[in-house]
């Protein structure tokens, strides 16, 4: 019989509540510094998530159907992440609707489409196609608006919040953490609205936020930034690194276009110096920021788009407002959409002036309301400025449409964060793994079957090319190709830390590989595995890095991931 753990849960599944005397009795040896430790709830759970982006939420899904108890925090009032409270339709392959992510992601996709198909009025051609896209966008094969999303993960979850097995605390962002030498034993999140604090406990701790946020407060070590070439020896490494030097983050908004009214918003404060701005790249931009030229991510050399929400006049020309749109009215009975809605997620609004990792609270607001101001600004410029094809200027009739993302303000709840803290993980993936170039360097003779490289601890698989936007140290892009990967076990477990699990983009890679690694599907798989792997240790009663070094224990918890709709390998038959 394998002994209790030392934080369990009633037998309801239900999570505990400590009176305010077994609190004391627990902590008096060595109390939290800065809490008001009689005043907070403690909640214990077998584990605790802090984010509820999609890793965080898949993490959540696995382990409650599995029958643990769960707790759930997220910093802002929607679940979903980059999906939903950041606004960025789903980057995924073109292997995505048959292999190449976990089963329960692709049945979250399934649902989406058909909450479409039951409460929207699609036309009766577009309802008989298996994979229809609402928005029909270049940008993926299934883009969407972002409250869908946010309804069925609210559907996927009601279960268990009903039977007591989920709690979720939304608002609350984590600030402190209680740490015995390599175990995490309580974390303390704090709500962003009011003064108001609980403290968590649980056997295991998983880091879904958005930034690493609980790798500092619990002493986990952890990189950031850029690694120089001598460190990884990867191709596109910089000769020195710079911890500070961070891929841009975008603050998006939705926006629609009605002909002949005029929705221009109000001149943005920062607009004159936005209209102006020049990014500040080694590799030089080929002009303004707010311009229809920008940088093509794989040549660096200047590429013009054009951009016409009428849909005429484009030609052969990349037309933007097709580019993340998530509703193309004409796959809808006509009239009901008087407008198609478009995600705007573009180069123009990168922001590059500054670096979110490690920010106090107060600066933290000034990075996102300057982004907030240059996403203001190009919505402006395009309401006002921008050239149209007829050799006009200005769109009038483009609508911010501030309940698309459901903010006062018409912008994401949060912005698109590209990268994280990562953590020293016992295994760290490196270009030489997964990027074409570099794997023909390691690889002899592999030139007609060239593959990332397999790992014996693979938890999963994804695929997306290694793309980096601009970064606020002055590179340009980086954007070449990569192999179809795997996700390696050694890259989920901290070196040291014995109880905290990543499920977000801070897992074990390099600025490079986390290229490939950040987008919907991955955080996904990782998500999963990151949940699985908790559960099977908390199961077999053994250590997170066990279920690593020992083959026996490896082998039975890969065949109980496949067992749970994992995939982990290519079915190199898929091309």
């Known amino acids: 019989m394998k002994r209790r753990n030392f934080l369990h849960t009633l037998s309801t599944g239900s999570a505990l509540l400590l009176t305010s005397g077994e609190l004391h009795n627990t902590l008096k040896a060595s109390p939290l510094s800065a809490c008001s430790i009689n005043e907070e709830e403690v909640l214990l759970a077998d584990v605790v998530i802090v984010g509820g982006g999609l890793g965080g939420v898949a993490s959540a899904l696995s382990l409650l159907r599995n029958g643990r108890t769960v707790i759930l925090t997220e910093e802002t009032d929607w679940l ?21 992510c976990t089963k329960s992601y692709r049945n979250f996709r399934n649902k989406i489409r058909e909450y479409y198909k039951c409460n929207y009025p699609l036309k009766e051609e577009v309802a008989k196609v298996p994979y229809f896209n609402p928005g029909n966008a270049s940008v993926s094969s299934f883009c969407h608006e972002p409250k869908v999303a946010l309804t069925v993960i609210r559907e996927l979850l009601a279960p268990y919040l009903s039977s007591g097995r989920l709690r979720v605390f939304y608002n609350y962002k984590p600030v402190e953490c209680r740490v015995n030498i390599d175990r995490i034993e309580m974390v303390v999140v704090k709500n962003t609205l009011k003064n108001e604090k609980k403290a968590l406990k649980a056997s295991y701790f998983v880091d879904a936020t ?16 850029t690694e120089s070439r001598t460190d990884t020896n990867e191709l596109h490494a910089p000769i020195k690194g710079n911890a500070e030097n961070i891929q841009a983050f975008t603050t998006c908004f939705a926006v629609d276009y009605l002909p002949g009214e005029n929705h221009i918003i109000e001149k943005p404060s920062e607009y004159g110096f936005w ?29 013009t788009a054009c951009f016409a929400p009428d849909d005429k006049g484009c030609g052969e020309v990349f037309n933007l407002w097709s580019y993340r749109r998530i509703i193309d009215r004409n796959n809808f009975e006509k009239g009901f959409y008087s407008s198609d809605i478009s995600l705007i997620n573009w180069p123009q609004n ?17 990075l996102v309301e300057g982004s907030k101001q240059l996403s203001l600004s190009l919505l402006y410029w395009l309401q006002t400025e921008v050239p149209r094809p007829d050799g006009g200027k200005g769109w009038a009739g483009l609508r911010l449409r501030k309940d698309v993302l459901g903010s006062s303000d018409g912008l994401a709840k949060y912005p698109y964060v590209r990268e994280s803290r990562r953590i020293k993980s016992m295994f760290t993936i490196l270009e030489e793994h997964v990027g074409v170039e570099n794997r023909r360097h390691v690889v002899a003779n592999a030139e007609d079957s060239l593959r990332a490289a397999d790992f014996y601890d693979s938890v999963g698989i994804g695929y997306y090319p290694i793309d980096l936007h601009p970064t606020c140290g002055g590179d340009n892009y980086i954007d070449f190709a990569s192999l179809r990967f795997q996700i390696p076990l050694g890259a989920l477990l901290p070196i040291r830390m014995k109880n905290l699990l990543p499920a977000n983009k801070n897992i074990g890679t390099t600025h490079i590989t986390n290229g490939c690694y950040r987008v919907h599907p991955v955080e996904w798989s990782i998500g999963e595995a990151v949940g699985l792997l908790a559960f099977f240790s908390l199961e077999n009663d053994c250590l997170l890095p066990q279920v690593r070094t020992d083959r026996i224990l490896l082998s039975r918890f890969q065949s109980f991931l496949r067992s749970e709709g994992v ?8 091309e």
């Open 80 to 100: 979903g992440g980059q999906l939903t409270q950041q606004g960025v339709p789903l980057d995924e392959h073109r292997w995505i609707e048959h292999t190449g």
């Open 350 to 366: 990168d922001y590059m002036l500054g670096n979110l990792i490690g920010t106090s609270d107060r600066d933290f607001s000034k």
């Open 567 to 574: 995939e982990t390998e290519w079915p190199w038959d898929e």
């Open 210 to 225: 958005e930034l690493g946020d609980l790798l500092p407060l619990s002493r986990t070590e952890f990189v950031s930034g």
């Open 275 to 303: 209209k102006a701005f020049v990014p500040p790249l080694k590799e030089a931009w080929p002009g303004k920021l707010l311009d229809l030229s920008y940088s093509n991510p794989r040549t660096l050399q200047k590429t």
